[in-house]
């Protein structure tokens, strides 16, 4: 049973920054894309970032780039985000997604697991 934990999360205030985990179980994904996206209130999951297993390349919505990195250890089967210059709109729960059957890495419907989610609220 594949499941993936999320951790990290919390409240911060402006400014700061936070690193999210999300620990993979179940089988291992070194060989697949994993990604983030984050809910707030009212709004739809969006697409934050993505890291393809093949040269480690990640991608990023326009809305986070230059403040979060998005990296990954397959020997942990981990990936991380890294979260800095946080804001308040990044005040979502962020969700660790796997199991990416394209064909694109920021739609929902690609990824077949999800994590449960880990609050992150930023205080102006």
């Known amino acids: 049973q594949v499941q993936l934990v999320e951790s990290g999360g919390g409240l911060v205030t402006a400014g700061g920054s936070l690193r999210l985990s999300c620990a993979a179980s179940g089988r291992t994904f070194s060989s697949d894309t994993m990604a983030w996206f984050r809910q707030a209130p009212g709004n739809e999951r969006e697409f934050v970032a993505a890291?393809?297993?093949?040269?480690?390349?990640?991608y990023y919505a326009d809305s986070v780039k230059g403040r979060f990195t998005a990296s990954r250890d397959n020997a942990k089967n981990t990936v991380y985000l890294q979260m800095n210059s946080l804001k308040p709109e990044d005040t979502a729960v962020y969700y660790c997604?796997?199991?990416?059957?394209?064909?694109?890495?920021?739609?929902?419907?690609?990824?077949?697991?999800w994590g449960q989610g880990t609050q992150v609220t930023v205080s102006s």
């Open positions: 997604a796997a199991g990416f059957s394209g064909p694109t890495m920021s739609r929902r419907s690609s990824y077949a697991y």
């Open positions: 890291i393809r297993a093949s040269g480690f390349i990640p």
